[in-house]
């Protein structure tokens, strides 16, 4: 009898849950729905655009207006995926981007930890110096990283885009690092030492799984902000590391101007960050919800 | 959470704190070297003093940039906060249609910069463009390369398209965080839509408000790319903002000292506004 009232009570409880999560989203009205859909309308028609500029011959697109391509055409993909200079682009882009996301969780996790967990001389202080860095803008810091690299003899490698790219990630890497780890209780640390595990075994066997989603999450950011950045990449390559994004800057002035070869390359700028978003996008809900982000 | 004091936590910082020395502190040291001197060319300088701070802040020119780029942010964070947050109010609170809102409204923040400011230079023009098309065929007038307030409005809907979805990321991270306890309790006091907005999800999406206020105002103060490829500044100066001046003078016309007094001043008011955000955030986290 009192088996059924208690499992009674848990549908309720569940029933209620379902209730109030619905009542959440419908946002008391039967049009909720609309505000997000229009919004994502909105954001979809320029990349169809662009899509459908990519699949037409650049007479096409320079000769008459068409909502779709009449003379479809996959030549500007071809041309990409067989040109050197444009796979190359894209190669070199994903190489310095990886670098910089491995380089900035792995310098950001013990300081991260170190902010979460300990008060030390300065905390706040550096904290704040490492946020501004974050808020230096690009523009002022492009002539000086040229001559600092091209000094160190680091001009033009995947490296020193990586490097100069932690500029703006380590301390967003820390930041939302910081976060998670403090939503993790003290305790765990504590009772890992008792039963005599060393900090590092403690920090990648114990501590690191309890905060993979923040992990995923702050992977997702510095992958986002250094793949966007063309500023310093730029500034700071030639031929051997030359970001995609740059190429077609180039190519825009040195052809002409290739719209359909663009745009092609401009779709498939989305291509690696639209995989990212598929891979993380439960960690990005999950993630954010655990954490203080 | 109560913290121990541990100075050796210093060297769980170092690494971090190379790091990022190492790309900002001689980098700025440079920036400041070329800002207090004056060249006559073949590379010898002599001290200028505060000469070139003095011409800066005196000049029309910076002024008039400066309160572009002011006018922008604000704008800006004007339309895209409180959009933001209607639309993470309104979006599927969690299952399969809230990951398909997810995946779709990040994909604009994963675009370089660039190729968006390419897109929307292509997709605003009045000939070969939809957006372009649609505006005259309704009958505006609308030419973003030739009409300053046109090329304002491209520019602030290119940016409400780029960006608005962090917001909505991190407020729908916000609302993620509220447990159904906490509704439940609403409904059976009887509270209304509003109240329910007021009283539960703006106080549990404050932090991440305010982390979406301090990230949005310093992309948008420090914007460059994507105007420099969608007008380049133009029509005239209309859209020449802080960091397009800024490169204008250091690169176009090789001024390294007006360009670096120009970057240091830059530099400060965004330290400035970001210290005054920072240490409201951090002041509302106390208490």
């Known amino acids: ?293 | 959470m109560d913290k121990t004091w541990n100075n050796r936590a210093w060297f769980m910082v170092l690494p971090v704190l190379v790091l990022v020395a190492f790309n900002a502190i001689i980098p700025l040291m440079t920036v400041v070297n070329y800002s207090v001197q004056e060249t006559f060319g073949d590379n010898v300088f002599f001290f200028h003093g505060v000469g070139w701070f003095q011409d800066v802040l005196q000049s029309d020119r910076f002024h008039a940039a400066l309160m572009r780029s002011l006018s922008f942010t604000a704008i800006i964070l004007a339309i895209e906060v409180p959009l933001g947050v209607a639309i993470a109010l309104t979006m599927p609170g969690k299952g399969f249609w809230a990951s398909v809102c997810l995946v779709l409204m990040a994909l604009p923040l994963l675009i370089p910069w660039n190729v968006v400011g390419a897109i929307w230079n292509i997709f605003a023009l009045p000939d070969i463009g939809l957006l372009g098309r649609l505006l005259n065929g309704m009958g505006f007038e609308y030419n973003y390369t030739r009409q300053p307030g046109d090329a304002w409005f491209t520019l602030i809907l290119m940016d409400v398209w780029h960006w608005t979805s962090l917001v909505v990321l991190l407020a729908y991270a916000g609302l993620s965080s509220i447990p159904d306890a906490y509704y439940q309790a609403a409904r059976i006091d009887g509270a209304s839509r509003w109240a329910v907005f007021r009283f539960i999800q703006l106080p549990k999406m404050k932090r991440v408000l305010t982390i979406a206020v301090l990230l949005r105002f310093m992309d948008s103060f420090m914007i460059y790319t994507e105007p420099s490829v969608l007008t380049g500044g133009g029509p005239g100066n209309a859209t020449t903002v802080l960091s397009i001046d800024l490169v204008k003078v250091a690169l176009g016309q090789f001024d390294l000292g007006p360009a670096a007094a120009m970057s240091i001043i830059y530099f400060l008011i965004i330290l400035l506004l970001s210290w005054i955000f920072y240490t409201l955030m951090m002041r509302n986290e106390e208490q």
């Open chain 1, 1 to 293: 009898m009192s088996e059924n009232t208690a499992v009674a009570a848990g549908t309720t409880v569940a029933s209620t849950s379902v209730a109030a999560t619905r009542a959440r989203s419908a946002s008391g009205s039967r049009l909720g729905w609309l505000v997000p859909t229009l919004y994502i309308v909105f954001l979809m028609v320029p990349i169809y655009w662009l899509l459908n500029m990519s699949f037409k011959t650049t007479n096409e697109i320079l000769r008459e207006f068409t909502l779709y391509p009449h003379a479809f055409t996959f030549a500007n993909y071809h041309e990409i995926l067989t040109n050197p200079v444009w796979y190359n682009g894209y190669l070199n882009s994903i190489a310095y981007v990886s670098i910089n996301t491995v380089i900035s969780i792995v310098a950001a996790l013990p300081a991260a930890y170190a902010f979460s967990r300990y008060r030390f001389l300065g905390d706040k202080h550096l904290f704040f110096w490492l946020l501004t860095n974050r808020m230096a803008p690009p523009a002022v810091f492009a002539l000086p990283f040229f001559q600092l690299y091209s000094a160190l003899g680091l001009f033009d490698t995947h490296i020193a885009v990586a490097l100069a790219h932690c500029l703006f990630n380590i301390p967003l890497a820390v930041w939302i690092l910081e976060g998670f780890m403090s939503g993790v209780p003290k305790e765990i640390d504590e009772t890992a030492y008792i039963d005599g595990y060393s900090w590092p075994r403690f920090f990648v066997k114990i501590f690191m799984p309890l905060i993979a989603s923040g992990i995923g999450v702050t992977a997702f950011f510095c992958f986002m902000f250094s793949w966007v950045e063309l500023l310093l990449a730029k500034t700071l390559t030639a031929v051997e590391a030359k970001p995609i994004a740059a190429v077609m800057t180039r190519t825009a002035s040195a052809s002409g101007y290739e719209l359909g070869l663009l745009a092609a390359a401009g779709v498939l700028t989305i291509v690696p960050g639209a995989i990212v978003i598929y891979f993380v996008r439960n960690y990005i809900a999950k993630g954010f919800a655990m954490g203080r982000v």
